[in-house]
């Protein structure tokens, strides 16, 4: 199974099976944001089968292997999980947008969630993800905006993902900093949309991941 299908069934998990604490966690805290990741190559583009996105519909039942994630903490608008599918850990932060806007106005769309990932087993650390809710327009360019820098970013299907891996640990120490991040993309049908997510909580929950993820 692949990182993408794995973090899919990990959240599925999270929004199925852990609805409930999310939503206490979620009505106690401020709205959500993003995170950023340690690159596996400077300029490479990243595979798709090593994306992680998430949709919030699945089942609970396809997570990998059975394994469902636990809430270990929310910080801010950030909730910091842990799970192991396949024996093998994963700790991620999750956070939804603060606000939303399409151009045409009123479009329907899915819900977007931001995605800061450690596996490690892969040795991959704050890797940054979002899921736009949409599929995006094929080569169309999308772009991450956080302490007054926009970072390019590479779309496949509904994720993207930092263009420039050399830039992205740059780009996470901006989002620990900052207090919110704003992410555009372009849909298939010619949606432009804009998403805001606040940065609160998320250096916290970074923190509180990466001390997890060593055990």
């Given at each position: 199974m692949s990182v993408r299908q794995i973090?899919?069934?990990?959240?599925?998990?999270?929004?199925?099976?852990?609805?409930?604490?999310?939503?206490?966690?979620?009505s106690a805290a401020p709205k959500d944001t993003k995170s950023a990741a340690k690159p596996a190559a400077a300029t490479t583009k990243p595979a798709t089968a090593a994306k992680p996105a998430a949709k919030p519909e699945a089942a609970a039942?396809?997570?990998?292997?059975g394994a469902e994630p636990t809430l270990i903490g929310q910080f801010g608008t950030w909730g910091a999980y842990t799970a192991t599918p396949?024996?093998?850990k994963v700790c991620f932060a999750l956070a939804k947008p603060s606000s939303s806007k399409t151009n045409p106005p009123n479009r329907p769309r899915d819900p977007a969630y931001a995605f800061v990932s450690t596996r490690p087993a892969e040795k991959v650390t704050n890797e940054v993800s979002i899921m736009i809710g949409y599929t995006l327009k094929p080569g169309s360019e999308s772009s991450l905006e956080v302490g007054g820098a926009s970072y390019a970013m590479y779309t496949q299907g509904d994720g993207l993902w930092i263009k420039n891996a050399a830039e992205e640990e740059r780009m996470v120490d901006a989002m620990r900093k900052?207090?919110?991040?704003?992410?555009k993309g372009v849909s298939a049908k010619g949606t432009e949309t804009t998403d805001t997510f606040s940065l609160k909580g998320l250096s916290h929950a970074l923190d509180k991941l990466a001390q997890d993820c060593k055990r």
């Open positions: 973090l899919t069934s990990l959240v599925a998990g999270v929004m199925v099976c852990g609805a409930m604490s999310i939503a206490q966690a979620q039942a396809a997570a990998a292997g396949n024996g093998k900052s207090a919110d991040v704003i992410v």
